[in-house]
């Protein structure tokens, strides 16, 4: 082990006198529910949720009747993440097998819609349509956010200074959106182009203090570019309702292994962070916002743009990079294997993006890729 990881290690052996107290984890999966026959979005959310509170795991509602949410408990190890995740969707499937839908984690719908979009009758919901008007017909898009339990704001800001020079990496290991409205999109994550939309989306700001967090987030709101804090999309954010730092900037992730590698690679950066003597890297928007491009356009089978020295390299190279820098994280934690294992996957096998089109190049049918995202999503 080099001095460098030796140094880091003991600083996180201070911040964290024993396994108990690692950073917590969460995550929210957003799902699409497509007919079981036809393979495009079905509007059945509110059947499918109607008997939530009985399968004893969290499912929500989303701004479309096609959308399903749900989110795990707050979680200490990456095993107990793993149980909640699969027991969620095995649940979500169930339920929507009832009613002649599957789910399907795509950042995008896979088939064109045949019907108006449906919104879910929610107040808020109808506002954002009436304020941001054919933004909303975009929809759906679907997401996997991955909170992490901090002490205070000011470490949660810290964390998110830490996290947007690795924004466009975390972008390309979770693409997973190739196909819109039966086309190519030529993207990765077309979701992430379409979500940057929003007036309130993109990468955060770099911020000195929670203070100046906080007066960002209310002239954003105060601008009409959000109507309340709930609309504040950055890429990552604090939450509003939970004491955690959220990212947002990945598609929902294909498989819940996949969801698993994330989160663990979420917490290694945030304490890597804490435990850090460095401040982070004050990348400029004007090169962050063209690397996240990058990222969307190319996935994590081309090249990335290294914010750290504004150079071109293989995205794979970078993912390997933010694995190294967090490494000892990871090994305090117990999850430098799980990392490691799934990403060495991940470049074999190919991201969610790849395995998207590997699907439809077998037979040129994009019906094979909704029933592929299905498979993949919640296996029988």
Excluded at 190 to 216: I, K, N, Q, T, V
Aim: hydrophobic share 45%.
């Amino acid at each position: 082990m080099s001095e460098a990881r030796l140094d880091t290690r003991e600083r996180l052996l201070r911040t964290a006198s024993a396994p108990r107290d690692l950073l917590s984890v969460g995550v929210e999966e957003e799902f699409m529910l497509v007919d079981t026959g036809t393979g495009r979005l079905a509007d059945r959310a509110p059947d499918v949720l109607s008997n939530a509170d009985a399968e004893g795991v969290d499912l929500q509602a989303e701004i479309t009747l096609s959308q399903v949410e749900t989110a795990s408990g707050v979680c200490l190890s990456m095993g107990e993440l793993r149980e909640q995740l699969v027991g969620a969707r095995m649940a979500l499937g169930e339920q929507a097998a009832m009613y002649g839908a599957r789910i399907i984690a795509s950042g995008t719908p896979v088939l064109a819609r045949t019907s108006p979009l449906m919104l879910t009758p929610v107040p808020r919901y109808h506002r954002m349509n009436r304020e941001f008007r054919a933004l909303v017909g975009d929809l759906p898009v679907c997401g996997c956010h991955v909170h992490i339990g901090l002490p205070n704001d000011e470490a949660r800001v810290l964390v998110s200074n830490h996290l947007r020079p690795w924004l466009p990496t975390l972008l390309a290991i979770g693409a997973n959106s190739p196909y819109c409205n039966s086309s190519d999109t030529g993207y990765a994550s077309w979701r992430y182009l379409m979500w940057g939309r929003w007036p309130s989306a993109g990468p955060p700001p770099w911020f000195e203090s929670a203070a100046s967090y906080y007066a960002a987030r209310e002239e954003v709101i105060s601008s009409g570019a959000a109507i309340d804090v709930g609309m504040l999309y950055w890429d990552a954010r604090l939450s509003a309702h939970h004491p955690t730092v959220e990212l947002r900037v990945c598609d929902v992730a294909p498989t819940v292994d996949d969801a698993v590698m994330l989160a663990a690679i979420v917490r290694g950066i945030a304490a890597t962070a804490l435990a850090s003597e460095t401040p982070a890297l004050a990348v400029p928007q004007h090169l962050l916002r063209p690397a996240l491009w990058r990222a969307a356009r190319d996935g994590l089978e081309g090249l990335g743009l290294d914010v750290r020295t504004g150079e071109l390299a293989p995205a794979g190279n970078l993912a390997a990079a933010l694995v190294r820098w967090i490494r000892p994280a990871l090994e305090y934690a117990g999850d430098y294997e799980l990392v490691n294992e799934s990403l060495a996957r991940l470049l074999l096998d190919g991201s969610g993006a790849a395995r998207q089109r590997a699907a439809f190049a077998r037979e040129g049918r994009f019906e094979d890729v909704v029933g592929f995202l299905a498979d993949q999503t919640c296996p029988v």
